[in-house]
């Protein structure tokens, strides 16, 4: 397939940017913060850890980067500016715009994706990352109505024209909209939910169509393909899977793991972890071996969980035999 460049680079569908195949999402970096009374955070954070967590997946091949400026409410983006601080040239850095926040109280205060505040945004982001240029710019409202995402298009459009971002995308499993915006020259990807328990196969078929990158947010369902979490774990108040997290949370009910999904990952265990992968590894692994064109971003809060996620780099896709295994034992359920 044209879109896959060896077997450990992307490219950023037909844009001229190549990436590592895997990425990593920056929002459990940007710490506690809320949306309305609802925690949309991952809990506490230490930005140091962050920082160096950040070095070690660079040092380990890792060269893409995913955040938003809401996440922490530019915390996220601060962070990640300070991490990638002399290697920008080295980084390609997503991050997204749409929401309107308060940096002193971390919380979420609105939407906006006027011109003026598309444009105020990227500035913003800009400041906060330390880049001049910015290489993904995402729309991060779930649903816009065609004439609303027209027009921020026609912004985005502006945008690359000016040198300001070099492509852009959409944060969304809305079909009309993802569709709405594959259309457009500038776009680059599509950003959807993509794990084992949760496949996107109306996402990737436009993908196909369009010539686009299909970026996977919740690889590892939320932690729960990770398999540290068992039937009796309970998620603090503070973070976004806990029993105050906002009701569109997937993966986890009332601050703990849905038990279907933890007796599906028992029953996978075998196959993900074979060829030496750990759990996390194979499930990174199924998303490659599901489309040429998927980029996942596995979170990380450790020096630890971003090198396991970069090392599964080393091992690449699953084979289309273990494919089919999963698929039967799903099937099976």
């Known amino acids: 397939m044209e879109n896959m460049v060896g077997t450990a680079r ?12 895997m990425g990593l999402g920056c929002w459990a970096i940007g710490g506690a913060w809320s949306w309305g009374d609802a925690p949309v955070g991952w809990g506490e954070t230490d930005d140091e850890e962050s920082i160096c967590a950040i070095r070690a997946a660079i040092d380990l091949g890792v060269d893409f980067f995913d955040t938003a400026d809401v996440y922490g409410c530019g915390r996220s983006e601060r962070v990640l500016g300070k991490a990638i601080a002399g290697r920008a040239d080295e980084i390609v850095v997503a991050t997204k715009f749409g929401n309107v926040f308060d940096e002193e109280t971390r919380r979420w205060t609105g939407e906006d994706i006027s011109p003026a505040h598309i444009r105020a945004a990227c500035q913003a982001s800009l400041r906060r990352l330390g880049l001049d240029r910015i290489d993904l710019y995402q729309l991060h409202i779930w649903s816009l109505p065609q004439a609303q995402a027209e027009a921020v298009a026609e912004t985005l459009e502006e945008l690359v024209a000016e040198g300001l971002i070099r492509a852009y995308g959409w944060s969304t499993d809305d079909l009309p909209c993802a569709r709405l915006f594959a259309a457009k020259p500038g776009c680059a990807s599509i950003q959807n939910d993509l794990n084992v328990f949760k496949d996107a196969s109306e996402i990737l078929t436009i993908c196909d169509e369009h010539d686009l990158a299909s970026i996977n947010r919740a690889p590892l369902a939320m932690g729960i393909l990770s398999g540290k979490f068992g039937p009796d774990s309970k ?55 599901r489309s040429e064109r998927t980029i996942p971003i596995p979170g990380f809060k450790s020096v630890k969980q971003a090198e396991e996620n970069a090392r599964a780099l080393e091992f690449g896709p699953l084979t289309p035999a273990q494919m089919s295994q999963i698929a039967e034992i799903l099937a099976g359920d």
């Open 235 to 289: 998620l603090p108040e503070n973070d976004v899977r806990g029993q105050l997290g906002p009701e569109w949370v997937q993966f986890f009910k009332d601050g703990r793991p849905q038990p279907e999904l933890l007796e599906k990952v028992d029953a996978l265990r075998e196959v993900l972890t074979s060829n030496g992968r750990t759990l996390v590894q194979g499930a990174l692994a199924w998303i490659w071996a």
């Open 10 to 21: 992307r490219r950023l569908g037909h844009s001229d940017i190549e990436v590592s195949a």
